[in-house]
């Protein structure tokens, strides 16, 4: 019996990469003291990995950046724009940008809240493995050796590269990323080759997109890939990695005919995976390595439950490995930082650390045939509120009043011009304001100071949007520490964590709160900022929600009842702030929803299931509001093609989304689907810290103008600017607003 897992965090206990990068940046530190610092990361998981007993320790999970990102750097994957570049600043110039050069398109990693760098390929790429320090897998396994422990190196698989790429601008309109299949798995086989000379024993190959829908040609790739490599004379044994779902028959049966040695299955989010092993006889000749311990939730195992399926694979497979579901990156490191969580919360719960714990202390009762402690049984159960419980079971659906109606009575009573110019929340978050909530955190300021400095950030804030000339305003959120752990901090049935940091992209992480019991609003969350802010202008200023849907997706969830129950739960308190911001004199309410497309099944049979109680969930948050009170929200880094007709049932009165770095793909999108609400297209992007000229935006703004009329489209940011400074805000924003007055002149000519 031997145990294993597929990742682990990689951002350090104490978020030591994220302080490395930016420093390397900011110019802080040279490309040797990064380095430095990523070595010491990497060593001391794998000896922390080592040392907690586990027989398998991946290598090769770190990352500065992204790990698609890294591939593509591996295989030499780099568009032209970017090979004038070397090293560390070409790889980090692909992932942010520089100020003549856009980043690459970057999304989310299936329905996770990990964001990737999409690959940007053509058919003119030509693969090639890195030579030197960019081979990054081998200088990492023999770091690892170096340190006397051996380890499983791990690359995302060929499949799930070429399906999860794009094609590059102006690529021939038949041209497909899995055309390049064959040149890709040459490369893959040379590095397997050279892997094995340097001893590596295994490989594993994340082949995640198998447990969504598989097309019969991307199955023959499938098999074409793997018998390749599977084929190699001189290689090392390999395990092919599924997870967040259940894997196809007709994938499954695939990789049981080729001479991989191992599959794994996820059967935390794929309990059927089971079931579909035993329709096509097991895989006798295979180990399977099976994910029963949950890699993205922060729950405990049930031991029993992982036993059981352990017990019926044993008679489907050669050999059973006990591992995590997937990459341990997914939920924070240690749970014994968490000192001042609820004890009966904190009982039920399992961080990194305690995963790994988890899958030895398992392996061993296997091993033993010994039954397993059952900590989970002994857990508290989760908090019920039982008037939250009957006021659920009371809605029915919920819907406003007629587009048209609406559309006229808030033009009248907004009286905006056409492009109306805005952004879509956050402003950016200075050193000052972060230690002003951090003092206020530790009682080192009273209430009062506190107040006093969020009042005088907003009214900062107001004055600046005053002078760069948008027309509808923020307050800023100066007060807000994340938009889903702020609201979470002030709802019953939420805990929030205080070292509990997981990776959303680069160096941008999260705290994701704990969302354990009966969701209720004790009183109100946002209504005061706002109002405190509207009385400064005479500009609309916008009330600022997150919606019921990314309040379960970047939270981790209780599992003991369906998503859309807690949903309707979460929807009711957010109902309830709207009509509390409509009384304070609050005309434009935005309930963000950049979760939507996230959470979209990778099944599509799966899908009109979730598209049914997500949308009803936002509905029920914003039908209680006025015609005259205009709903907006927001979505970002998504394929939001897939879910365009959920977007429109929404029935948000003006929707933003991320554009810019998409090229303003959303636009075809719109146009193909009738969209008939007001929409707000990102015209430039973010997350990277170029500020972008007035022509740029003017161009970007004529191309979403041959799907939108006038009066419908918006001008703004694609997402929030907590994370940029305010030089480079203050510039942009000048140069949005410029360029939505051109366009506007040449409108009204």
């Not at 568009?79 to 050069?101: E, I, K, S």
């Not at 379960?552 to 702030?577: G, K, N």
């Not at 419908?712 to 007055?741: F, I, Q």
Request: hydrophobic letters at 45%.
């Amino acid at each position: 019996m031997r145990t294993t897992i597929l990742g682990y965090p990689r951002i350090g206990a104490n978020r030591e990469l994220k302080s490395a990068t930016e420093d390397y940046w900011a110019g802080r530190i040279d490309a040797s003291a990064l380095e430095k610092a990523a070595a010491d990361l990497r060593g001391s998981v794998w000896r922390e990995l080592h040392d907690a007993g586990l027989d398998m320790v991946p290598s090769n999970t770190f990352s500065y950046y992204d790990q698609v990102l890294d591939t593509s750097v591996l295989v030499d994957a780099v568009p032209d724009r970017y090979r004038h570049l070397d090293g560390l600043d070409r790889y980090f110039a692909m992932a942010r940008g520089v100020q003549d050069v856009p980043a690459l398109e970057m999304t989310k990693w299936f329905d996770t809240n990990y964001h990737y760098i999409v690959p940007e390929l053509g058919p003119d790429t030509r693969f090639r493995l890195a030579e030197g320090a960019d081979a990054k897998p081998l200088a990492e396994y023999r770091q690892a050796r170096a340190l006397a422990i051996e380890t499983r190196p791990v690359l995302v698989g060929p499949l799930t590269y070429l399906l999860l790429a794009k094609s590059a601008p102006g690529a021939p309109a038949g041209f497909r990323p899995l055309d390049l299949l064959d040149g890709l798995v040459d490369v893959y086989a040379e590095l397997l080759e050279r892997l094995a000379g340097a001893g590596t024993d295994w490989v594993q190959l994340d082949e995640p997109v198998l447990v969504g829908d598989r097309t019969g040609e991307e199955l023959a790739a499938l098999e074409r890939a793997y018998a390749r490599l599977g084929g190699l004379p001189a290689r090392p044994r390999l395990l092919v990695a599924t997870y967040f779902g259940t894997v196809g028959a007709d994938a499954l049966r695939i990789l049981g005919g080729t001479r991989v040695e191992a599959v794994g299955l996820d059967l935390v989010a794929g309990p059927r995976n089971v079931d579909v092993l035993a329709s096509i006889g097991g895989l006798p000749r295979k180990t399977v390595v099976a994910g029963v311990v949950d890699g993205r939730n922060v729950w405990r195992a049930d031991p029993h439950r992982a036993k059981a399926a352990y017990a019926v694979l044993l008679g489907l497979a050669d050999q059973v490995i006990v591992s995590t579901s997937c990459s341990l990156q997914h939920v924070p490191i240690d749970l014994d930082a968490e000192t001042g969580l609820d004890p009966a919360v904190r009982e039920r719960l399992a961080f990194a650390r305690q995963k790994v714990a988890e899958v030895v202390a398992l392996g061993e009762a296997l091993r033993l045939e010994k039954p397993p402690a059952d900590a989970r049984a002994q857990a508290p159960s989760p908090g019920v509120d039982d008037g939250v419980r009957a006021r659920v079971a009371t809605l029915a659906d919920a819907r406003r009043g007629d587009r048209a109606t609406r559309f006229a009575a808030q033009r009248d009573a907004l009286k905006l011009p056409e492009l109306a110019t805005t952004t879509i929340g956050s402003f950016p978050q200075t050193s000052a304001i972060r230690k002003v909530r951090a003092d206020h955190r530790a009682g080192r300021i009273t209430d009062d100071a506190y107040e006093a400095a969020m009042r005088d950030e907003i009214a900062r804030v107001i004055a600046l949007q005053e002078d760069l000339g948008l027309d509808v305003l923020v307050h800023g959120e100066p007060e807000r520490n994340d938009m889903v752990q702020y609201f979470a901090e002030r709802l019953d049935g939420y805990a929030a964590t205080e070292h509990g940091w997981v990776q959303s992209y680069g160096s941008r992480y999260v705290r994701p709160p704990i969302l354990h019991g009966d969701v209720a609003r004790p009183r109100p969350m946002t209504v005061a900022w706002a109002a405190y802010a509207q009385s400064l202008t005479g500009k609309p200023v916008k009330g600022m929600l997150t919606g019921p849907v990314t309040m379960l997706a970047w939270s981790f969830v209780r599992d003991d009842q369906p998503l859309a129950d807690t949903a309707r739960q979460v929807a009711l308190a957010l109902r309830d702030e709207i009509a509390d911001l409509e009384a304070a004199a609050i005309r434009i309410v935005q309930v963000d929803e950049p979760a939507l497309r996230e959470l979209l099944p990778l099944r599509r049979a799966d899908r009109a299931a979730y598209l049914r109680w997500a949308v009803a969930a936002f509905r029920l948050a914003t039908s209680g509001a006025a015609d005259t009170t205009q709903v907006h929200t927001h979505m970002c880094y998504s394929e939001f093609g897939e879910i365009i007709d959920a977007i429109g049932a929404l029935d948000a009165d003006v929707t933003s989304v991320e554009a810019a770095r998409s090229h303003m793909e959303l636009v075809a999108d719109l146009r193909a689907a009738g969209y008939a609400n007001g929409i707000g297209p990102g015209v430039y992007d973010i997350h990277s810290p170029r500020v972008p000229a007035v022509e740029e935006i003017e161009a970007n703004l004529r191309r979403a103008l041959q799907a939108v009329e006038p009066a419908r489209l918006w001008v703004n940011p694609d997402c929030g600017l907590k994370t940029r400074g305010y030089p480079e805000t203050e510039a942009s924003l000048r140069n949005m607003v410029a360029a939505a007055h051109r366009v506007r002149k040449t409108i009204s000519g």
